[in-house]
């Protein structure tokens, strides 16, 4: 059936960089726009990124405006999240989601990578 | 900056009804906020249960509807079930590209 994955997170200083990955399988990757959401530890969901199917827009929280940078490749069917300049409060499981047509959020979802920003 | 506003939490009987809300600190939630909702136990993704104001997710039971009732975005869940109790989250659309959620709401089932 239609999967994400996540992959990359891991434990890191504050102040470094990290990269997220999603890879697609199973529907057409470069039809769809995609979203980064995450949620810090006993905390609710946060909206990150977004990104278009063809990757002409891209859109961020104020939270992470400048430091994070959403990327994908249709011909990898891979999302990608740069994270730069990491803080402590950046430590969350990240998500990523497809969003079923423009102007919809999410229908699927992946497992969701963690990410912990720590000295 | 406008909050996305939901109930902390909610509590059901099994076998009964229960309407989850989704509001806006100011203004109103219509259908252009496209709002969505999905459930999530500890540990886990989040699933979707209802986007686009009222389209259910693929494999979703139609105990579980959508709705703009008044000025906020409602999720009603019929005929409870004990693994209903989850925690609920919505999201709207603030145009711009930009996204945000709700708080959640705790669904507790007793």
């Known amino acids: 059936q239609v999967q994400l994955v996540e992959s990359g997170g891991g434990v890191v200083q504050p102040g470094r960089s990290l990269r997220l990955s999603c890879a697609a399988s199973r529907f057409t990757f470069s039809s769809f726009a995609m979203h980064w959401v995450r949620q810090a530890p006993g905390k609710g969901l946060e909206w990150v990124a977004l990104i278009s199917y063809d990757a002409r827009h891209k859109y961020y929280a104020d939270s992470v405006k400048g430091r994070f940078t959403i990327s994908r490749d249709n011909s990898e069917n891979t999302l990608y999240l740069q994270m730069n300049s990491l803080r402590p409060e950046d430590t969350a499981v990240y998500f990523c989601?497809?969003?079923?047509?423009?102007?919809?959020?999410?229908?699927?979802w992946g497992q969701g990578t963690r990410v912990t920003v720590s000295s | 900056q406008t909050v996305v506003t939901q109930e902390p939490s909610f509590s059901v009987s099994p076998g009964g009804t229960v309407t989850l809300t989704c509001g806006l600190s100011s203004g109103s939630v219509s259908t252009t906020s496209s709002p969505s909702w999905y459930q999530q136990t500890p540990g886990q993704a989040p699933r979707t249960l209802i986007y686009?104001?009222?389209t259910r997710s693929s494999g979703v039971p139609d105990r579980f509807s959508g709705s703009i009732l008044g000025n906020k975005a409602a999720l009603t869940i019929t005929g409870a079930q004990a693994d209903d109790e989850s925690d609920y989250y919505c999201v709207l659309y603030m145009g711009s590209g930009i996204w945000v959620f709700g708080g959640g709401t705790k669904l507790t089932v007793l």
């Open positions: 686009s104001t009222n």
């Open positions: 989601a497809r969003s079923p047509s423009p102007l919809d959020a999410f229908d699927i």
